[in-house]
Structures are given as C-alpha cells and as structure tokens.
C-alpha cells in the first residue's frame, strides 16, 4: 500500500471514530435522563423544556461550524470538538436544578452542533479524496456508538457503579479514541484553504435539500418516540415496548453498512426514492397488521429504508458548499425536523389516537420519495441546461473564429492583389 493509499486508509479510520464518539457521548447521556429527572423532582413539561436546551445548542453549534471550518479545517474542528464534547459530558450530571440542566445541556449542545457538521464536512472532504461512497459507513458507526452508549450506560447505572464512575469511564473511552484518531495535517490545510470560499451565497438546491432532510428527521424523531408505543396500544406488555424501537435501530444502523455499495450500484436518487418508498410500506404493514409483531416488523423495515437518507442528503449539502455553510443548513434544518416530529405526533394521538397519527409517517415516506425524486430531475434539467449552454458557446466561439479566419484570408487575398496590380502597372 502507497504513502497516498495508507493516508486515506487512516484518514477514514479516524473520521468512523469520531463519528462513533459522538454517537457514544450522546447517547451515554441520554442514559441518565431518567435518573436526572428523578433527582431534581422534574414534572414532564419541565424536564421537556430543559431537553430542550440541548437542541437550542446544537443550532447554534452548528451556525459556528462554517467560521470554524474556514480557520482550522473540517478534520482539526471536528476532532477538537469531538475532545471538548467527551469532557464537557459530567456538565448535565452536576446540574442541581432544573434551570441549570437547561443552561448545562445549552452548552453541551453547542459542541455536539459543531461536531456534527465539521466531522460531516470531513467526511465528505475523505468521500471525495477516495472517489467512492462511504459516508454511509460512517453514520453506521454513528448508529453503532449510539447502541453501545446507551446500553453501557444503562448497565453500568443499574450494576452499581454510580455516575461519577461511568462519566470518568465515558470520558477516557472517547479519549483514547480521539488520541488515535488525530487528523491528516495535509488535509486539515487543504480544507482550510477550500473553507474560504465562505463569502458566495448559499445555492438554492441547499434549501431543497434542507427541506428533504427535515421529513428525514422528522420520521426517525416519530419513529424514535412512538414506535414502542405503537407496540403498546396495540396489546404489548409495557416491557416489551423496546422491542419496536430495537427492530428499528438495528436496521436502521445495519443498513448503513451496506449503504455505500447500493449506492455506488444504485446512484443516490434510487436508493433515496426507494428507500421512502420502502418507509412508508413498512408503516402501512404495521398499521394493517395492527398487532406488537407487526410493529416490529414494521419498524425494522422503516428503518431499513430510512438508513441511508440523512447520509445521502449531508454528502449532497457538504459537497454543494465546501464553506460548511451548506452543510450546516441541511444538518439544522434536518436537526430541527428531529425535534418536530415526536411532539406533532403525540399532539395528533391526543386528537385522533395514536395509530391514526402514525399515518404522518406513511404520508412522510411518499412526500420524501417524491421529493428525491423532483430534486434529481432538477439537477438533470439544470446539468442538460449547462451542457446545452456550454455547447452554444463553443459554436458560437467556434463560428467566430471561422469568421475571423474567414475574413483575414480574404483581406491578406485583397493586399496580394493590390500587389500584384501594382507590379504590373510598374513593369
């Protein structure tokens, strides 16, 4: 293996780390929600509004990752960010009151919002250094880190070994992997100098992928939420309600391990439609069926076909704008939709029951799929559009230079003439 080869090779290990650290971080947090609530006597609207906090950071860390990207790069931002976000776990954990969770979750948001585009934005930057998909891969080991955070966390709380032991256990795991997982100096300078290009405005296919990446979101949020409740209303034991979500992370974390081959046989528009499609067949069985294994036979096949969405629609946003600016919209906006869902969901169940509301996401998979596929005939029309363009010119440049030849030939024609009259009048 060559210098450049073992480069790559390495670049993408680091880069499937980092993705991993953030999804274990997070995740191992959201293992002490429930104990959190408990300990400061939090009502449900009040520990929901605190949660919240989390979210309003990640915003605005994602606002700041485009500045961050064009000083120190999308490799050294994402991992200084991945660093500062493993230490910055125990905050949450020391909060006494319920305003202070909120204010601690604010600032920890901040730097998972930051991390999430600019390791994203490095991702790309690898994807296209390699010539191949593989952003699919690395949300795999997202996905992968999420499992392991929460069920580590889970264990590590109810076997007794207290919550300072796991934060200094959460805090030297992501360590060693962040001090194995340092980024290229050559690409770090080869991002900043692309990064920029900050300055030009936003393309309006940016907003279009925003908007596909808000119902992407908005269905895992509704999946995430609801599913295992599904399962209960329709006659599963109250214990048995993670079996709907576990058939959903497990696809929706296997599929993207294979993400990056049916993409590269595929093309990105086809596995996006399909897998809307495939979305919104899986909740429809699961609403027909209307029993707890048809949930979770539904559930594993949503999430099936939402595993490689967000993947596709944060390479299009990271390639449409090396500045991050690109990047940092789709992931927000998407972000935003995450957050939106669950909430519109249960305020639907209020009105029409719950597996009425759940219709949301068969009515989200269609729009998704017919919003994959509008946006690539747009493209296509736009790219024919440039070719056209771009033919027309050569022509015309061509016709002129013809012209112009054309017309030299003819006036160098003439002075030979007007020469050879004039020597024939002198002789």
Known sequence: MNQAAGERFESRRAIAQWFFVNGFVTASWVAHVPGRAVDLEASPGALGLALLGMAVGSVIGMSLAPTSIRLFSAGRSGWGAGFIYALLFPLPLLAWSVPTLGISLVIFGVVHGLMDVTMNAA??????????????????????????????????????????????GVIGFAALLLLTSLPLRHEA?????????????????????????????????????????LSVGFGAKPEMAPVAYGAFTATWAGGRFIGDRL????????????????????????????????????SAVVGFGLANTAPILFRAGASGDHSGRGLALVTGVGYFGFLVGPPLVGFMAEEVGLPRAMILVVVGGLILAAGSAAFASRRNRMARAAVTSANSAKTSFVAGAAGELQRNFQSEEGDIKDERKEHTNAI
């Open 189 to 229: 300078r080869s991002d900043a100098s692309v990064a920029k290009s900050g300055g030009a405005a936003i393309e309006a296919d940016m907003f279009i992928l925003a908007g596909l990446s808000f119902v992407c979101l908005f269905l895992e949020g509704a999946m995430a939420d609801w599913a295992g409740l």
């Open 123 to 168: 991702a790309a930057a690898t994807e296209k250094s390699l010539g191949r998909p593989v952003m699919a891969g690395f949300h795999g080991w997202f996905s992968i880190g999420m499992v392991a955070g929460v069920s580590i966390g889970i264990a590590a709380l109810n076997n007794g070994l207290g919550v300072a032991g796991h934060a200094a």
């Open 263 to 298: 993409t590269a046989q595929l093309g990105d528009t086809t596995v996006m439609t399909l897998g809307a499609l495939i979305a919104s067949a899986g909740m429809t069985v699961a609403l027909i069926g209307a029993t707890p294994a048809w949930v979770a036979i539904g």
